[in-house]
């Protein structure tokens, strides 16, 4: 995607947190800017590039008729614009804390729910998604097709934290 760097984080703006997204330069000078604003508190886990030099970015929201916090996935283009974002969640805190663009352009995001649990409080959450934001089953056969997966886990404490990458070619 060319040289510079991209950096993302929350940003704490008018009483709430929005996603924000930095494209730097290779010296460290502004390329541009996005905020990701939306009207409830919005906190930003990841950050990963996208093979048509874009990104997708991962976290948690209230912005979208939730009480509790929802996973919230989203790419942006090159220069910034929203392409697509989609929310999961369900009655209790959900959210998405990793996501990574795998080859072909499938996207993966990894996080926890509350909602869906099996055993416990809270279990670990992989949801897959196809280029195009829709998605996608993690593994198809003749019984069963799934779009996210439920992996029961004993210890979910995760700090937040924020993503950097280099964009270096």
Same mark, same amino acid.
Request: aromatic share 16%; charged share 10%.
């Given at each position: 995607p060319?040289?510079?760097?991209?950096v993302a984080g929350t940003h704490a703006a008018a009483g709430s947190n929005d996603f924000i997204l930095l494209r730097l330069n290779a010296d460290g000078s502004l390329r541009w800017q996005k905020q990701i604003a939306a009207p409830g508190d919005d906190i930003m886990e990841s950050l990963a590039t996208t093979s048509d030099g874009g990104f997708v970015l991962a976290g948690q929201t209230q912005s979208f008729g939730s009480v509790t916090y929802d996973g919230w996935i989203l790419k942006v283009? #090159?220069?910034?614009? +929203?392409a697509w974002q989609k929310t999961f969640g369900g009655s209790s805190g959900d959210g998405l804390k990793s996501v990574i663009e795998?080859?072909?352009?499938?996207?993966?995001?990894?996080?926890?729910?509350? #909602?869906?649990?099996? +055993?416990?409080?809270?279990?670990a959450w992989v949801l897959a998604f196809g280029a195009d934001g829709l998605l996608s089953p993690l593994f198809n056969n003749s019984t069963a097709a799934i779009a996210a997966l439920t992996v029961t886990a004993s210890d979910t404490s995760i700090s937040p934290a924020v993503s950097a990458l280099s964009l270096a070619d």
């Open positions: 060319g040289d510079g760097y991209a283009d #090159s220069g910034g614009s +929203l795998a080859p072909g352009g499938s996207v993966y995001a990894t996080g926890y729910t509350g #909602s869906y649990n099996g +055993l416990g409080n809270w279990d």
